[in-house]
């Protein structure tokens, strides 16, 4: 048998009341109403002969009808019985989990039937049922979150039927033979049985909705699998993500690496490609306040700083003039494609001059820092697209910092113009 749960409303334990109490409730009332009924027939002193009367036994006719009336009961409650059980028979090829449960359901009012005979005959009647109760209630307690016996509890709708069907067909042989010794402790354990299922109905609903228990308990084992597997699937594609990453961020590192080799090949070691701020070179004293670079900003404000520091250290016209050029094509680069930045003419007192020129754009992509660095016109910008390529005309040395976060250019410029890489044989990398 399957059903939605999805249609069920919610199981609740109501406010302010613990849901572990919720099945205690109604089974402990039962008792408390029980016992109290038991103590009120005690304290009445009553001949045998008004007990049997109020039992509906003196009077013949009413007798034979009560007799009657209950063995038909107890006829058609194991007419129901033997039908569960034949549906059980025909599932048996099938599955033998519903027949071995009835099984242990036998096992379950033997072993009851046994523990209420032996308190009856023993004890004084309030002591039996308390004795019994107990026993049962601890019974219930200590197994009632085993496996086996909440798919027991699938098994106990027909098991009541059978215990209401033994218990009300010996309640009508009464009539013609008296059955006391043995229907009072079945009685018992027909509220053996009961209670046990009280107990657990508010645990499973689907007593309340006369379904099956084993189905419900396959369908919360089958949620609890089904959030399983979604849980290690977003782990594995956690686990996925995070080494595609790692492996994109290892070929993008090794990308770095051959293209700060090519380019600084390539340039003469002009160009170093730097992977990060520690790569970068020394910064010279300050030569000024720093510059701002923004569309509106006169760009010849940092021309003549970069000029009025190389003229104090001794530049010649051209090696001035070249600073100037390499130093208005950064400046631009850093408008044109970050909207603006920040520059700073730092220099040593003797032969250097270096121009820092900072901006927060999205960087130069790996894919296109060969293009950009050395293919002559080429822009994503629509601009005239020369930036790097005069730079690497005038400049000695250009250090190149970019990613996500913005680039730093650093441009150095010497007195003198250094010698060849090849001819030094000093390439730095």
């Known amino acids: ?3 939605d749960r999805s249609a069920q409303p919610a199981y609740n334990a109501g406010p302010g009341l613990p849901q572990r109490l919720l099945p205690w409730i109604m089974p402990v009332f039962v008792l408390v109403v029980a016992y109290c009924l038991l103590g009120l ?37 194991f007419g129901v019985f033997f039908g569960m059980v034949f549906y059980f028979l025909r599932m048996y090829s099938r599955s033998r989990q519903h027949l071995w449960d009835l099984a242990l359901a036998l096992v379950y009012l033997v072993g009851s039937f046994a523990l209420d005979y032996f308190c009856v005959q023993t004890f004084h009647p309030f002591m039996a049922l308390l004795v019994g109760d107990a026993a049962v209630m601890t019974f219930t307690v200590m197994v009632s979150r085993q496996t086996w016996f909440q798919r027991l509890l699938g098994v106990f709708v027909p098991i009541i039927f059978l215990t209401c069907a033994v218990g009300h067909f010996l309640e009508g042989l009464s009539y013609w033979q008296l059955t006391y010794n043995v229907n009072t402790p079945w009685t018992m354990v027909t509220a053996d049985v009961g209670f046990a299922v ?3 109905a508010s645990r499973f ?13 396959a369908i919360v084992k089958t949620r609890a699998e089904e959030l399983q597997i979604e849980i290690d699937a977003r782990k594995e594609a956690e686990e996925a993500r995070a080494k595609s990453e790692k492996l994109r961020l290892a070929a993008e590192a090794r990308m770095r690496t051959f293209l700060s080799d090519v380019l600084a090949s390539v340039t003469e070691g002009k160009l170093r490609l730097i992977d ?9 004293p300050a030569a000024c306040d ?22 104090a250290r001794g530049f010649s016209d051209l090696r001035w003039q ?5 130093v208005s094509e950064a400046a631009m680069n850093a408008i044109v494609h970050a909207g603006g930045g920040e520059s700073h003419v730092c220099a040593d007192p003797d032969k250097t001059v270096q121009i820092w020129i900072t901006d927060t754009g999205k960087g130069i992509a790996v894919d296109n820092l060969p293009r950009a660095t050395l293919e002559r016109g080429w822009t994503t910008a629509g601009s005239l697209g020369h930036g790097f390529w005069l730079m690497l005309q005038t400049i000695d040395r250009v250090y190149l910092l970019t990613g996500p976060s913005g680039t730093t250019l650093v441009l150095e410029q010497d007195s003198v113009a250094p010698l060849p890489a090849w001819a030094t044989d000093d390439l730095r990398v």
């Not at 990060?276 to 010279?284: E, H, I, M, N």
């Not at 404000?301 to 000029?307: E, G, N, P, Y």
């Not at 070249?322 to 390499?326: C, E, Q, S």
């Open 1 to 3: 048998m399957t059903f």
């Open 41 to 77: 027939s005690l304290t009445e002193q009553l001949s045998h002969a008004e007990i049997m009367k109020r039992c509906v036994l003196v009077d013949p006719n009413r007798a034979r009808i009560w007799s009657v009336g209950n063995v038909e009961i107890g006829l058609a409650y």
């Open 198 to 200: 009280l107990v657990n």
């Open 205 to 217: 609903p689907a007593f309340i909705r006369g379904e099956d228990v084993v189905a419900e308990l």
């Open 276 to 284: 990060d701020a520690s790569g970068l070179p020394p910064k010279l």
């Open 290 to 311: 720093p510059i701002l670079l923004t569309i509106s900003s006169d760009m010849r404000v940092l021309r003549d700083a970069a000029k009025q520091a190389a003229l």
């Open 322 to 326: 070249n600073l100037v050029t390499g």
